[in-house]
Structure formats: C-alpha cells, structure tokens
C-alpha cells in the first residue's frame, strides 16, 4: 500500500501531525508503539501564556495561543467530548521582592491581554498559602492529553491505518520515491518518537536533552474547588471531584522513567507550600521529555535524505506549541508555507557533519 506519509510515534506531536496531515488530505499510516507513561500521557497538559520563571510572554505565544484553542475546539466537535479547559493561572508570590519584580515587569503593555488581576496581599481564599498576593494570568487551560491521544488512535485503528508496534528500522529502506517499511511504501516518513529520538540512527545527532519529569495526583479529604490553577514552583491543576495534578519536577541527569520517593517528597511539599488543605496521594507517574538545549522544537528534513524528517523537540510545550507548528510544517512539506527558522533543524546540520566525520572518518 502506498500511502503519502508515515509517522512514527503517536504521542503529542506525532498525533497533532498526523491528523493536521489527513486533515490537509494526505493518506497517512501511524506506527506507535503504545505507552502508558510516555511524555505525553503524564503530562499535566496545561498551557500557560506566560513562562513563568523569567515573567515573559512566552515565545511566540500570540500565534500559538489562538491556533491550539481553534485546533482543540475542533477536536472538541468532532469527538463530541470536552478535551480542553479553560482555566485562570493563580501565579502566587513567593517573597515580597518576587512581587516587585513582577509588579515592575507586567506594568509593560503587551502583558494586558493575559493579566487579569494582580494582588499586593492574600486574595483571602480559604486555606490557600499567599501572603504577598500574586498575579491571575488568563488565557490559560489544561488539555486532558490521553483522552485526546485515545480517540485519536481509535479513529485511526478503525480507518486501519494505525500500526500498534515498534518501528523496526532495519526493515526501513530509502528508495527514489521515497520510503519502503515492510508493506508499506510512503513519500516521505516523518519521526515524532519523543526523548527516545535519541536511539535513532537517522537523527541522534539531535540535541535532544532527555528531562525526567514526575506528577502526582491528589485528592483533598475536605471540599476544595477552585476556580483556577495554582502555582507557585509546581502547577496545581484542578481535574475535577477534589482531584488535583500536581507537577512537576524536572531532572535531566537521571532521566529514567521510574517514579521515585524523592520526587513524591519535592511535589507534595511544594503542594503543602500553596494549600492547608488534608490530601491524599492517589497517583504519582514519571516520563521523560523531548527538551533541547535551546529550548525550541526540532524539525525538519535530514540534511542528507531529504524523504526523512523530524517533529519533536516539544520540551514542556507540547500542547501549547504542537498544533500551531504542525499546521506549518504540513504546509512546508507540500511546499505551501515556510517553517520558522527558530525550529528548523538546520541551525544544527553542523552537528550532522561533525558527527559523519567522527564515524565515517575517511568522508
Ligand atoms: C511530567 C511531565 C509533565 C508535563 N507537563 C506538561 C504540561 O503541563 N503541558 C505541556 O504542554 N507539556 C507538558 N509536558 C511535556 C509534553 O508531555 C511533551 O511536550 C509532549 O508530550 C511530547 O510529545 P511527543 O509526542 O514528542 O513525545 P512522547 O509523548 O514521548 O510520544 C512519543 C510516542 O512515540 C512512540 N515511539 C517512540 N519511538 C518509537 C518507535 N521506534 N516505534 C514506535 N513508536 C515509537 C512512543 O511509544 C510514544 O507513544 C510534560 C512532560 C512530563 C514528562
């Protein structure tokens, strides 16, 4: 079977893809390995406009922002199923010069749109911890990821064109039209596996930095419903029946997929910082994401076989960042559009022949 595209990989990015592909008309085949802690199923989806640390729109956020709502409501009307929340960010002061700073930083125009309130002292809400106030940041949300993930694997399962298995890359051959996979024969193949990008011979050039991240999710013995998503060094999502999401950490010398006892510890205190309220911990899950150490995605064609890209590279942006940047890589492939340079893999095609060179010396 002949099919335009192969993606391997259906996670967040792979998914997003695939669909945006088929959505432009193009026959699709998925190989996906199914896995239950992958990035994009521990993830707490949220989407937050503004990068917490530095006080900063985050990147590129005035395009990203209205395209992923669009992107998700669609997906909410085809499915019949709510898939994304709307919810305020409660950024909660931790000292009283973190309030100057911010105070000072959001006073600039381009912030308005996504400041809803500030508070120089406690909002007063009962047993929640914040003395210096904090800044309600709108236009944020979270995103229920695998249930998104599992409708979209469904419809692609009962279209057959989803292969639940791992892609075997010896059986991968480059042809003149394209790509032959076992059965298979595409125009173009496209990788979406996440951190284990890393294992892939066509790409591992790739500054992937593989970050271990873990979540819990906790429930509150007493009635707590906000209206909002706390944070304050973690995210507290509210999911729903005194459920809440709490992460999450971040580790990239360790980043295996284990949920450990230190982490657990890290996220409960950090919970413990923002609220009084008695809790239980009802789940906890690690899995590793595809960061890079320039903090922007990574695709595009191999500098050498040009029927082979890439999609990855999301960090701790996936929901946020994916629809947005699917829609133009789709278009850049059919040669409709251009990708931002930002996120084109060819700011390090350098690294590709450096490591030519280290392992094929005599080229
Ligand atoms: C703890 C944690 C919390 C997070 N919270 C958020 C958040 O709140 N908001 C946000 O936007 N992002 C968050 N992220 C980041 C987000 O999860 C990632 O940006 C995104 O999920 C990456 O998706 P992906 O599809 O690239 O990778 P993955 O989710 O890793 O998916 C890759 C898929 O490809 C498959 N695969 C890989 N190799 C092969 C192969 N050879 N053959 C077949 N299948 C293969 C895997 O099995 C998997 O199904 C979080 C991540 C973690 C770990």
């Known amino acids: 079977m002949n099919y335009d595209y192969i993606v391997v990989g259906h996670g967040l990015a792979g998914a997003i893809l695939a669909y945006t592909l088929r959505k432009q008309g193009h026959l699709v085949l998925v190989i996906d390995e199914p896995k239950e802690n992958s990035a994009s199923r ?46 305020p960010i409660y950024k909660i002061f931790s000292t009283i010069e973190e309030q100057n700073n911010w105070m000072a930083k959001s006073a600039g125009d381009s912030w308005s749109e996504y400041i809803g309130a500030t508070y120089t002292q406690s909002t007063g809400t009962p047993s929640v911890q914040d003395p210096y106030g904090g800044i309600l940041i709108q236009q944020g949300g979270y995103l229920l990821v695998s249930d998104m ?41 496209i990788f979406c596996e996440g951190w284990q990008a890393v294992h892939n011979p066509y790409f591992k050039w790739l500054p992937l930095q593989p970050t271990k991240g873990e979540v819990l999710e906790v429930q509150t013995t007493g009635k707590f419903e906000p209206e909002c998503i706390y944070n304050k060094a973690v995210y507290v999502v509210p999911v729903g029946e005194d459920r809440f999401k709490i992460g999450a950490t971040y580790n990239w010398r360790q ?25 239980h911990v009802k789940n906890h899950w690690a899995g590793i994401r595809p960061a890079v150490r320039d903090r922007r995605p990574l695709i595009g064609r191999h500098p050498e076989h040009a029927q082979l890209s890439v999609f990855n590279g999301m960090g701790s942006k996936g929901v946020l960042m994916a629809p947005y940047l699917a829609d133009l890589f789709a278009k850049a492939l059919a040669e409709e559009a251009e990708m931002l340079p930002d996120v084109q893999i060819s700011r390090y095609y350098s690294l590709y022949y450096d490591y030519i060179k280290h392992h094929n010396p005599e080229l």
């Open 255 to 279: 980043p295996d997929e284990e949920p450990t006892p230190e982490g657990k510890a890290e996220l409960t205190e950090r919970f413990e910082q923002i609220t009084t309220q008695p809790y």
């Open 149 to 189: 993930l599992d409708l979209l694997t469904h419809e692609l399962l009962e279209a057959g064109l989803l292969l639940p298995e791992r892609f075997d890359i010896t059986q991968l051959q480059l042809t003149e039209q394209g790509v032959s996979y076992k059965a298979a024969t595409a125009n173009h193949l």
């Open 42 to 87: 521990v993830a707490a989806g949220l989407v937050n406009p503004v990068a917490g640390k530095r006080f900063a729109k985050s990147w590129l956020v005035d395009s990203l922002l209205p395209f992923a709502d669009t992107f998700y409501d669609e997906l909410e009307a085809r499915f019949q199923q709510p898939l994304f929340f709307h919810k």
